[in-house]
């Protein structure tokens, strides 16, 4: 979820302010935590909890109204102050970027041992997004990240046991896959580069013109640090471009110390004490 709440910090200065390169300082004085970070850490929570649509709606409604300033959407907002326990058939992008917990969930190992997809993390991530953007974009968005959290870490193997590298042994051949994957499972049309699509792009929150080109930020990166400027550099709604992109970025590529270190700085003791608890679960189901 690291790579999530990162990209996030990193895109939060650009969101209103967009850049067209990759030349920037990752991390300026002024970057902050957005509501890309607290409902990551709300998902985050939730899984723990069981991963349950009451779950879901319980952690999202507690973290917003702890961050009530954090820059919600306006119809986010206004279901989370309200009594209202219903869905609103959102396809924004918000349902995709608060996903990467779920993508976490799904078990490599029952995959490795039946090659079918575990079902008990996809059931998650739709279920998280359901429970606001029941829209069909909304879920498609939501669980298209999660599916390439988890491709990514069947290649990379981090804390997991001895399935690694068995399905996708070069990056090239996970980077295929996940474009597969997108491209058959989901509809999404991956075929333009971000050099096609940055001159025109503008801001969107709908999944549905977010997911895709996070996808092909990470598609062409060479690391971790390369996929969030990718992300950044195309413009749009720059923080959660890259917190979608950080989240499977992460599960690839791993996240340098030094940018773990400093993205830790952003956040306050809450929303440390969730990752923490989330790493330890993480570390445990090893």
Not at 25 to 40: G, I, Q, S, Y
Not at 96 to 118: D, I, K, L
Not at 202 to 229: G, H, K, M, W, Y
């Amino acid at each position: 979820m690291m790579g999530a709440i990162i990209g996030d910090i990193v895109g939060s200065v650009y969101e209103w302010h967009n850049i067209k390169t990759k030349e920037f300082p990752l991390f300026r004085k002024d970057c902050f935590f957005t509501d890309d970070t607290v409902m990551t850490a709300a998902v985050a929570e939730a899984v723990l909890n069981g991963g349950n649509s009451d779950a879901f709606i319980d952690a999202m409604k507690k973290y917003g109204r702890m961050y009530p300033n954090a820059g919600y959407g306006g119809r986010f907002g206004a279901w989370l102050f309200s009594e209202s326990r219903e869905p609103y058939n959102s396809f924004g992008n918000g349902s995709a970027m608060r996903v990467s917990p779920c993508g976490w969930a799904m078990s490599c190992g029952f995959y490795a041992r039946t090659g079918m997809w575990p079902m008990n993390g996809r059931a998650m991530a739709k279920t998280s997004a359901a429970v606001t953007h029941n829209h069909p974009e909304g879920i498609k968005g939501a669980m298209a990240v999660a599916d390439a959290i988890f491709m990514a870490r069947l290649y990379r193997g981090k804390w997991e046991d001895d399935y690694a590298n068995r399905f996708y042994p070069t990056m090239e051949d996970l980077k295929r896959g996940i474009r597969g994957q997108m491209e058959q499972e989901y509809g999404y049309d991956l075929s333009r580069s971000l050099d096609e699509i940055r001159p025109t792009y503008r801001f969107n929150e709908t999944c549905q013109e977010t997911v895709p080109q996070a996808i092909t930020a990470f598609l062409e990166s060479t690391d971790f640090e390369d996929a969030i400027r990718n992300a950044i550099s195309l413009g749009g709604d720059s923080d959660t471009l890259a917190a979608i992109t950080g989240s499977i970025a992460e599960a690839a590529y791993g996240v340098p110390k030094w940018i773990m270190d400093r993205a830790w700085t952003y956040l306050d003791e809450p929303l440390r004490a969730v990752c923490r608890k989330w790493r330890a679960a993480i570390h445990r189901k090893a």
